[in-house]
């Protein structure tokens, strides 16, 4: 049962953080569900992009401040904060990458992880 609480809680985590890249209109937002993938790091992987750093910084605090005013969660670990060229925030269960765009296109993150299940979402 405590199990089954946790994956709702990660689900719920992976909504609010949509939602916060939706408000600052984030780009090709793509949900992975990696919770059937027995290497997977977290349930879920929750990766966007943006045209500027200063878009990526939108986007990661208005990430952080739907998850905290839903929850009051603070991320686990930050990184990327400084170049803003891909930021992650770490929630354990729920990852948020958020990429330039031509970074995002380097890196291929939902290449590497071409097992989990997709969900596209569109910008608010």
């Known amino acids: 049962m405590v ?3 946790l ?3 990660s689900t719920y ?3 609010l953080i949509i939602h916060g890249i939706q408000e600052k209109k984030g780009n090709e937002i793509v949900r ?3 919770r059937n993938i027995h290497s ?3 349930d879920y992987f929750v990766v966007c992009h943006a045209e500027s750093g200063t ?3 939108a986007i990661a605090d208005s990430v952080e ?3 905290f005013k839903a929850l009051g969660l603070e991320p686990y670990r930050k990184e990327g904060l400084q170049h803003a060229e891909w930021i992650l925030l770490d929630y354990v269960d729920v990852v948020a990458h958020i990429f330039k765009t031509d970074k995002r296109q380097y890196y291929g993150i939902e290449e590497l992880w071409g097992d989990a299940e997709m ?3 569109q910008s608010a």
Do not use: G, M
Request: hydrophobic share 30%.
């Open 3 to 5: 199990k089954n609480n």
């Open 7 to 9: 994956r709702n809680e």
């Open 13 to 15: 985590i992976s909504e």
């Open 32 to 34: 992975l569900d990696l």
């Open 40 to 42: 997977s790091v977290a």
């Open 55 to 57: 878009q990526v910084r």
């Open 65 to 67: 401040e739907e998850v």
């Open 119 to 121: 969900k596209y979402y």
